[in-house]
């Protein structure tokens, strides 16, 4: 703690939700979670996909967004405290 983020949280609006997801998956070896979301302007259903990689992942998630659907709206925050399932951090799990 206290070292500044070494992870990125990325969260991904596209309707290729579900490649991505497959994408994530199989090439990263991330799990990641859906969110419901909706849009402001017309209140469109979206899906959102969660995904925390590691900074050294970030530019082969990145890549891999842009291959499925370079229209993707991608927010990426630093992360760096996370807990849980798959997230025993200290030990590199990312």
Known sequence: ???GANAKSVHIISNHWEELRDGIY???N???TIL????????EAKNVVLVVVSTRQYASLISLINRIDPKA?????DASDMHGEGFT???SNI
Not at 36 to 43: A, L, Q
Request: proline letters at 0%.
């Open 89 to 91: 951090y200290a030990s």
């Open 26 to 28: 199989q090439e990263l």
């Open 36 to 43: 419901d979301g909706r849009g402001g302007f017309n209140s």
């Open 30 to 32: 991330r799990g990641v």
């Open 73 to 77: 709206f991608v927010i990426t925050n």
């Open 1 to 3: 703690a206290g070292q």
